[in-house]
């Protein structure tokens, strides 16, 4: 039991902190007017440069090797069209552009 003690203590702690910053108003001057623009842009450039080492590290890994060849499976499956409606597959139209009567 005494074990729980500091950790009820860091705990309580870390939950009363945040409310501190939100106690008081935000400050206006020209800084302050970007500060969400900053971040904002900040962790755009962090996540990018995160994705783009992920991106770097598949790529040496082998990950994209022979894609061409991966493409065309997806046409090669058989299975029936849900899509087309019944009167399109009916009848086609003449090359030459008039429909017979």
């Known amino acids: ?3 729980l003690y500091p950790l009820l203590a860091v705990l ?7 409310g501190v910053a939100l106690a008081h108003d935000a400050p206006e001057s020209n800084q302050s007017k970007w500060v969400m623009a900053d971040w904002m842009m900040d962790t755009f450039f962090i ?3 995160l994705a783009f080492v992920a991106f770097l590290a598949a790529w040496k890994a082998g990950h994209f090797h022979e894609v061409e060849s991966h493409a065309g499976i997806a046409l090669l499956v058989e299975e029936e069209d849900y899509y087309t409606p019944e009167w399109a597959l009916e009848e086609e139209e003449p090359a030459d552009g008039h429909a017979e009567r």
């Open 1 to 3: 039991m005494r074990r």
């Open 12 to 18: 309580l702690l870390a939950l009363a902190v945040p």
């Open 47 to 49: 996540f990018s440069g």
